[in-house]
């Protein structure tokens, strides 16, 4: 197999090769959408730090069963995967509590940052467009948001009223891998002032196959189903709606090993055997539980209240409202029997408020609140019930001045955890300031530049974890004494909006004080489990991400890509865990006719040695996908999307570092997707 050395090289043979000449003429421009999750509304280039959006055929055709895997495609943006049903998503070598994952500004209000094989509830069939923010994003959405946001917009509750008074959407999907069966329906219908939408879903995935074999990834399965109601009143100056929605998930827990840990004094002893996790192994039916499989049964029940209104009173532009209420609940199954229950119980609400220019600066004032009521009950109950409540206020003003625009926030943000025990309760306060400028120093050209002091509170499972974890293997002892992680980042970027050679280039370095990590206790409780302890040490992450377009020719584009992010505790702490490899690669986005598209893509992800004491290295590995795509219309007003997407055309074996379970299990085999998107 010949592996992609340097992606330029492979440019310039494609070009030399095909006798394209490079065009003059100006036919190539960065995407530039508005972001809902930016203070202002903003277009993405015109922001201080480094945004993405997902969306149209290109959220259709990309999307995966989990937003890490739909996400990954992104320039610093990997998985954490943890199976075909767990994928959450790691921006720039962060995961877990620093990325909030949210549903049009407030929290998905699930169980997702309390273990990594916890899903995020966010049903990727159904979304209109996915908002990543990368780096610091803690004055709008709090010190969670110190790695960055990922801000997932749907159309639950309606916004407009259809031209026609009635529009639909439907989707069915099927991939071979895993002899996946998807579908969703959308349909919005209104009259007057008022506007209905029903939503459903469902998804059923086997066991995949792996790379190199006809077997099956043990437990690799994954099976959900959910379903929407909403409505709203739209006038000419805003919109006012609720949307009720039911979510449900099965998925296996791969290489998920038990293990009977009790305490003896201080200490604590696992004992218990290992399960066999031979990648090779032959799968077992999810429903078949006598042979111990282990999987997670989730529910969740969710409210949200939206809405918006132009020139609400006096001196003001815009107001902006968002509250949701969720019930989550799952239980973790071994053997035919529930070992744990999980139970979430979560209220979020933030109110914005845009002012009037005064001196030619522009601002939203708001404030958040926020109360999670967590529970665990069984044998891995290694964190007692606490009830969180979470207050902000936040400041975000911007000026514009002739080709500078300049942006300053500031947050303050307070925070109680009361523990249904005897456990002293605690309280953190955390204040952040962000400045960021972007010049348009020639047009096209945009310099961008940010710096910020963030803050994140300590969660209630980094403060009272004591018992045994067996998604991580490890026995969680939490420390009370644990304060507020201090970020401080520095992000320079570099963008070339239109042109026949277009760019976005950014470095960045993240240190920060009071890092909170797991840290070996050091003794060995047996079983093939670690003893951790939260602790505090100071970190340092640093890295850049590239994507370069060329438009060779009238219908080829190409684009180069790649990122890179290190991670190490100060003070001789050693490197951090789980951070992804160097990764690099090339795509070619060829218009074939007005209506059929092809795009072929090629990555390296470079080795990964530089790994925490007790990690394994992580062996690098090229991708080679492909896909085709045709838009049409038939039927009088209805378009139409026919899609298909072949992955890991090589049939490489692979895995993620950035995975708890990388040494146990592998990356789908060679793979197709196919699809057809109706609108009408």
Known sequence: MNKLRHPLAAV????????????????????????????????????????????????????????????????????????????????????????????DGVGVLDASTSSPDHAITSEMQLLEQVEVLKGPATMMYGGGAIGGVVNLIDRRVPTYVPERGFEADVELRGNTVADERAGAVGLTAGSGPFALRLEGSRLDADPYRIPGSPSRQKDAYNESDSAAFGFGWIGERGYLGMAYSEQNREYGLLAHEHADCHTHGPSWHCGGHDHDHDDDHDAHHHHDHEHGAAFIDMRQKRWDLRGEYQDPFSGFEKVRLRVSHTDYQHKEIEGGHIGTRFDNRGTEGRLELTHNPVAGWRGVIGGQTSRRDFSALGEEAYVPATLTDNHALFLIEELQVGNWRHEIGLRHEWQNVDVKRTTTDVSHRGTSVAVGTTWRFVPDHLLFANLSRSQRLPTAEELYADGPHAATRTVELGNARLKEETGYNLEIGLRKLAGTLTYTLAAFRNQIDDFIYAADAGYDPGGGYRVVEYRQNDALLRGFEASVGVQASESLQITLFGDSVRGKLRDGGGDLPRIPADRYGVRLDQRLTNRLSGELESYRVRRQSDTAAYETDTGGYTMLNAGLSYRGQGFGSMDYLLYARANNLLDNKARQHTSWIKDEVLLPGRNLTVGVRLSF
């Open 12 to 103: 310039v043979a494609l070009i030399s090769l095909s006798g394209l000449p490079v065009l003059a003429a100006d036919s190539l421009s960065l995407p530039d959408t508005t972001v809902s999750a930016s203070s202002h509304g903003s277009r993405t280039g015109e922001l201080s730090s480094s945004v993405e959006v997902l969306r149209g055929d290109d959220l259709v055709i990309g999307r995966s069963a989990t937003l890490g895997d739909t996400l990954s495609g992104m320039s610093g943006v990997h998985s954490s995967g943890f199976g075909p049903g767990v994928g959450r998503p790691v921006i720039r070598g962060l995961d877990g509590a620093r990325v909030r994952v949210l549903s």
